[in-house]
């Protein structure tokens, strides 16, 4: 049975999620996404997860983001964003959900990411865009709703 998220562990021989190209699938809403296994000393600053990618033509529809608790500190400072290569936050920008891991952020988009059309097939991956203040290894999932033209 296929699974809508498939797991993996961060550094070890990634593959790519890449939705089906089918003869039913242009203008119909895909929705691709992961579950990654990080350990603390992964979640440093600037780190990128994730092996997701959407392909050329595929406008933006939304995003889902549901983390373990990746910072156990009293204040924590975490912070992921849901990006691509030109913009690390054009999906999502600076969420706090890894502070506490209590609920998941979404459907929702960024307003730049809202109806983007990627040219080219483009990876788009977490970032830790504020590293943790006590980090602590965790699952990270997310989900990525599209279009394809």
Do not use: C, H
Not at 63 to 88: A, Q, Y
Not at 135 to 147: D, E, K, P, S, W
């Amino acid at each position: 049975m296929a699974r809508m998220m498939p797991s993996s562990t961060a550094g070890v021989n990634p593959t790519f999620n890449v939705a089906a190209k089918t003869s039913t699938d242009s203008n119909q809403l895909t929705v691709v996404g992961e579950a990654i296994t990080v350990t603390a000393a992964q979640l440093t600053l600037n780190a990128l997860f994730g092996n997701v990618r959407v392909p050329k033509g595929a406008e933006i529809a939304w995003v889902m983001l549901d983390v373990d608790d990746l910072d156990t500190n009293g204040s924590p400072t975490i912070t992921l964003s849901i990006g691509d290569t030109g913009d690390d936050d054009r999906l999502l920008t600076a969420n706090t959900a890894g502070q506490t891991g209590a609920v998941p952020v979404g459907p929702t988009v960024a307003k730049a990411g809202f109806g983007y059309r990627y040219t080219d097939e483009t990876l788009i991956s977490v970032k830790v865009k504020a590293a943790p203040a006590t980090a602590a290894g965790g699952v990270i999932r997310y989900l990525v709703a599209f279009v394809s033209q």
